[in-house]
């Protein structure tokens, strides 16, 4: 596809298309080339680097997430909402929480996110530093919990790209030497038959009861 015929939405699109399956690390102008019937010299003249691409696709992936009314719905519920799209967004796109501490990503996305954010917690009740100290709350708190699937979805790309065969059978390998470890220690043991014994799980609805316990936990100091 020659370059004037391609636009930067095209190219955003099967760049994060490309990212989901292989990670920052299967990244490349010739492979997004390929993936748009162009020349890697195309795509250079639409987004300038690979900096920058990256950059422009983690923006772009922030305008999934929902911004709900909190005048409409309360804030605890606004909260909420943001909080699982923003999860979900994450774990749909496990690439960008690598991208954060490699690359400077601030955007017109990421703007509109944390700005409507600070708008939930400013209804709240919130002021100043401690809206940005209740949002930040949240926000790392759905981080953390969207590292487990990042972990696994890399893990999984490693194995292949080292020709290790069947990754899933290779993390069952892995798995199988740390139950064995955990046997050792009668809380690890008794935890050996749950979902919570997988590789970067955790207990089924562990999200949800932590988020509400955050959410908890700043309703009670906005009554305190």
Request: hydrophobic content about 45%; charged content about 20%.
């Amino acid at each position: 596809m020659p370059r004037n015929t391609l636009t930067r939405e095209q190219i955003l699109t099967a760049a994060i298309t490309l990212l989901d399956a292989e990670g920052l690390e299967g990244l490349s102008m010739r492979a997004l080339g390929q993936r748009l019937g162009s020349a890697a010299t195309a795509v250079y003249w639409h987004v300038g680097s690979k900096d920058n691409l990256i950059a422009l696709a983690g923006d772009q992936v922030w305008h999934e997430i929902a911004l709900p009314d909190p005048d409409e719905v309360g804030w605890r519920t606004a909260a909420t909402i943001m909080a699982d799209d923003l999860y979900a967004m994450l774990t749909r796109h496990p690439w960008l929480l690598q991208a954060f501490g490699s690359f400077l990503m601030f955007g017109p996305g990421k703007a509109r996110h944390d700005d409507h954010l600070l708008a939930i917690y400013e209804t709240a009740g919130f002021a100043g530093p401690a809206a940005d100290q209740a949002a930040a709350a949240v926000f790392t708190f759905v981080l953390g919990n969207a590292l487990g699937a990042a972990a696994t979805a890399s893990l999984g790309r490693k194995l292949r790209r080292e020709g290790s065969g069947d990754a899933e059978q290779a993390i069952g390998d892995a798995q199988t030497e740390a139950r064995e470890t955990a046997a050792q220690f009668p809380r690890l043991r008794a935890r050996l038959d749950t979902h919570s014994a997988d590789y970067g799980a955790a207990p089924d609805n562990t999200f949800q009861v932590g988020l509400q316990a955050i959410l908890d936990g700043l309703e009670a100091l906005q009554r305190a």
